[in-house]
């Protein structure tokens, strides 16, 4: 199973969801930035590289938001989600054909990748209050 982590970047009442590139799996559904762990990575340092490759952003992990499990045909992947600050950069898409700061209330305007529409539900329903300390992770 690849281990996949992904940034909740929240802005007021909006939150930052890119855009999957077209012509790769899953092309144009919307998800929450990260991406696959490397070897010997730690869930933190690859969401901070993934931010970094795929919109020249620099971040700092505030807090563990959830997990999902999800199983594709190509694989299964576990989803890893952290509460991110934005601390520098631009946001520009490397990676993904766009992206958007949109609000909870419009989350379901788009459509995600299967295995972030846990979080997006989460997000809906005003759920950020139940965050989990690092510690637990």
Known sequence: MQ???AAILIRG???FIGQRKFGKQLAHLWEFPGGKME????PHECLIREMREEFGAEVTI???FGESTYHYKPGSIRLLAYLVDWTGGQLT???H???RWVSFDDLENYEFVP???PLVQRLKAGDLNTVF???QR
């Open 3 to 5: 281990t996949v982590t």
């Open 13 to 15: 009442d909006k939150v």
């Open 39 to 42: 070897d010997g990575e730690t």
């Open 62 to 64: 505030r807090e563990f």
């Open 93 to 95: 898409p490397v990676d």
């Open 97 to 99: 054909e766009e992206c």
């Open 115 to 117: 295995a972030d529409v």
């Open 133 to 135: 300390p690092l510690d």
